[in-house]
Nanobody, 115 residues
């Protein structure tokens, strides 16, 4: 059984920073993509950032220049450094890992940015 454990969410003032971590454990074959998604109240879940095994990275336009995704393949861990946070970044952030035949999600961690 695969488990994703997220940490690092919380409440921060606008302009502040948070760092999210997600550790994947269990029976996992090679992870192709690790990423972060978010869902704000009343909105659909959206991609924030993802990083492929090759190192190729995609960011949502809204976070470019402020967020940085990184991964430690040896530890099956993905990080999201979030700087210059804005109230519109408030959402539940979900970790995702995808491989050739699987797609797993974490339970989500709340990020709240106050103005």
């Amino acid at each position: 059984q695969v488990q994703l454990v997220e940490s690092g969410g919380g409440v921060v003032q606008a302009g502040g920073s948070l760092r999210l971590s997600c550790v994947a454990s269990g029976s996992i074959s090679r992870i192709n993509v690790m990423g972060w998604y978010r869902q704000a109240p009343g909105k659909q879940r959206e991609l924030v950032a993802r990083i492929a095994w090759s190192g190729i990275i995609d960011y949502a336009d809204s976070v470019k220049g402020r967020f940085t995704i990184s991964r430690d393949n040896a530890k099956n861990t993905v990080y999201l450094q979030m700087n210059s946070l804005k109230p519109e970044d408030t959402a539940v952030y979900y970790c995702n890992i995808a491989g050739p035949l699987y797609d797993y999600w974490g339970q989500g961690t709340q990020v709240t940015v106050s103005s």
